[in-house]
């Protein structure tokens, strides 16, 4: 393998790639980079098996080849090269030689055969969609995630299209986040994405209207950007049935500031971080929400203004689960319905209807 | 005690007190902050008994007192807190109420009577600097300070005032930095302040030519600000006679460009990081510099264009003590003078005669 690369290409190349190596994975050869030369094309993939990231470059290709190098290594040395172009050339003995100006390096390199193989993905089921909305509902879900292994379904992320919508939802049985954007396709599509997956992909989805092709198969799903290709093994199971966890009917509503409102309860839970619980408790009254804390460290209350349909109601919260939904939303008006002091609240925008969030409150001992 | 003030003047107090509460005291008042009120003035202190800070700020004083509240906690409340007038006012059974707009909490206070004297300074021996050069020369030094306390003076930098000059100076053992400035003052002072102090003054001054009192007694070192007040004990004992140290001839001096430098021993680094040792040979040749370094991982050669005066020489360093020092020089062009490959090596400005700076060389078993 030999050839010729500018070195500002590489390194972006390679620090894509290099997502998708944990470091964690038993097979050593998963802590390198697969690297190919072919037809003056480098491609860069990187892998834990379950998720594959592979990006592409342009390079003046002298001699066909593949090695693996070691992930991080490779990534430093080439991000500390001057910026010109860099040439990687295979000598004898499993050597690598990088060489860029006056700097030049020799490393052993693994064997590019003991590289497992990334599924092939057939572009059957594609979907488009912009990268900038893939990435702002990744954002608006994935907090909601379960973080915990007892139901390794609830952590990923539940893909659903069906009647021109895709809906984005997760769950961890404290939580639901429901994200949902309009869709012009005709395909019925459900997947369970895992979190980790996503979250590597919303870290390479750029703020752009440029398209993003997603490709579904039985156990895999492809991401396709320009340059790179992200591929994820699919959730085995059914997701949980996340419509009937939504409650249809309210008894009561309050409409406030997104920003004050979130501002009073992060200071509330200043008070309530003791011990971990979080607890904060709401006094909903005419125009007014009393949010008030205690502990040992002292007491909170804070006041804020609201518009109140219904009977006046006093619930408690973690305080953390009512600060994920607020920071995520972007409208400045929010509403919030609720049924009684043991039932879900349910959190939406007043004008956009794109989002549902529900958050179990925290029942106290005297409800 | 009772006074208002404006949030973001309190913010600003708070924070720089804060930077002397390490929360590592055996006395759990030193986790608080002591706040005083008095003539329309607002003097905030944190301690850690080595260490004091004090700052003040103008406020409404309704009723003088004093109290001392939980560093983190009054930190974290008043920062977030809306930008307007801040309530704050003891109540009965030591409890502290502050508010701000429609946001209310109740703390337990510690007992002020408990919190220690902070040292009292007689204004006899004053010396005046400007910020920016003050913190310029904590940063060209501290770096060199040593680790360990092994020899606690060590752990301290020397400032030497006489002849007009003001020297600061480190050592560890491996490496030893100087840095000088004019100082127009008939005063003679030795005396070593702890590098805690000075890292903690240097996040506090600003990059303004507006000057910085400073003053000296016996066991301590008063820095005077307008608005804030820094008291340190002085590290007690001799320091070790630097001059001596640094050898007044060379056999070879090359000149190169620092940054050039500092990119190719990074480079070279990167193979040398194995096993810790940050081994790097440097092969001084007419015209080139050679910076090599083998490790199990492979091997790099990196070139530099130097000018020498004097024979070509063989010698290896731990790579991080010259790059602590190129990062830290800020002159284009630099000086290196050596005398044998066992001799320190002495690393000067081409130009500005205002630093020096000495590293030790790696005896390797064929030297």
Known sequence: ????????????????????????????????????????TITIIGSDIDLSIESKLEANV????????????????????????????????????????????????????????????DEDIVVSIEQ??????????????AQDETRPIL????????????????????RLAVRSESFDTDKKITAVIPSKTLNEISKILEDSDEKLDITFTQNHILFNLKNTKVI?????????????????????????????????IERASLMAKEGNTNLIKLNIQEDNLLITSNSQLGKVKEELSIILQGQPLQIAFNSKYLIDVLKTMEEEEISMEFTSAVSP???????IDNCIYLVLPVRLLNN
């Open 132 to 145: 900038s909305i893939m990435k702002n509902m990744i954002k608006s879900t994935i907090f909601s995630v």
């Open 232 to 264: 994820s093994r699919l959730l085995e199971g059914e997701f949980i049935k996340y419509t009937s966890i939504i409650p249809e009917e309210y008894n009561l509503k309050i409409k406030a500031n997104r920003v004050d409102m979130l501002n009073c």
């Open 155 to 174: 952590t990923g992320i539940l893909f659903e299209i069906s009647d021109n919508k895709l809906n984005m939802v997760a769950l961890d049985g404290y």
């Open 345 to 351: 609240c349910i959190i939406k925008n007043v004008n």
């Open 62 to 121: 002298f001699e066909n080849g593949n090695v693996v190098v070691d992930s991080k290594l490779l990534g430093e040395i080439i991000r500390r090269l001057p910026n010109d172009e860099v040439e990687i050339e295979t000598l004898e003995n499993n050597i690598l030689q990088i060489s860029c100006q006056k700097s030049n390096f020799t490393l052993v390199h693994l064997n590019a055969a003991d590289y497992p193989t990334i599924p092939h993905i």
């Open 1 to 40: 393998m030999k050839f010729l690369c500018q070195k500002n290409k590489l390194q972006e190349a390679i620090s894509i790639s290099q997502k998708a190596v944990t470091g964690k994975s038993t097979l050593p050869v998963l802590e390198g980079l697969f690297i190919s030369a072919k037809d003056d």
